[in-house]
């Protein structure tokens, strides 16, 4: 398994891999395939645009097919813009379980912890996704809240655990 940084190269094999994410699983998720599903080869290409403080991270198999990804992005506002946070954490279902996700959001903290002015790091998870707030707790994520009802159009309206990085364990010295 290898683990790279996507560039807008990657923009077709990561949106077929995006697609199937919000397909599979769309509980885990507050975008949905059929925003998606139309997006355009150049909006993708933005996304995986090689920026020093945002990108997304994808992991390999070794016939070189997409199996995981995790994104980082950052609030615009500029007020705002202390903050990073966490999207698109997704394992295909056959590479579970293997460490996958760790090594792709350890890739994406490793991008935010050099920018000077990034002080928290962010993300939202469905409060019954118990796999993955196990995950973000061994990370260092803390939960700072709670959004009831977070995603409509879902069969049941979930609640989804805000995390936020120990901001402690994130400054720089
Ligand atoms: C959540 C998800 C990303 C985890 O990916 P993964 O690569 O399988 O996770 P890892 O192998 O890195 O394991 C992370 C932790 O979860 C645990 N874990 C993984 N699969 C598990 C399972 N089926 N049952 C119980 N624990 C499990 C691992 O044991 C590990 O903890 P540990 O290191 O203390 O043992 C993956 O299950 C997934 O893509 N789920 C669907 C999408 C999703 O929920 N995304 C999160 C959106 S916020």
Redesign the pocket.
């Known amino acids: 398994m290898n683990i790279r940084r996507l560039c807008p190269a990657d923009a077709g094999a990561y949106q077929s891999f995006r697609l199937g994410?919000l397909h599979?699983?769309p509980a885990?998720?507050g975008a949905s395939f059929d925003e998606e599903k139309d997006y355009s080869p150049s909006a993708i290409e933005e996304r995986l645009a090689l920026k020093s403080d945002v990108g997304a991270f994808g992991a390999f198999n070794d016939v070189d097919t997409i199996i995981?990804s995790v994104a980082l992005a950052r609030e615009n506002l500029k007020k705002l813009s202390h903050k990073a946070f966490i999207w698109g954490?997704?394992?295909?279902?056959d590479?579970?379980?293997?460490?996958?996700?760790?090594?792709?959001l350890i890739e994406a903290l490793s991008l935010a912890r050099p920018v000077a002015d990034l002080r928290q790091v962010n993300?939202?998870?469905?409060a019954e996704?118990?796999?993955?707030i196990?995950?973000?707790k061994?990370l260092g994520f803390v939960t700072f809240g709670c959004v009831p009802h977070v995603a409509e159009r879902m069969r049941q309206h979930q609640s989804h655990q805000l995390k936020e990085k120990n901001p402690a364990e994130f400054l720089r010295v």
């Open positions: 994410a599979d699983s885990a998720f995981g954490v997704y394992v295909a279902p590479y579970r379980g293997q460490g996958v996700s760790r090594l792709l993300l939202c998870v469905n996704n118990a796999i993955a196990k995950l973000y061994s």
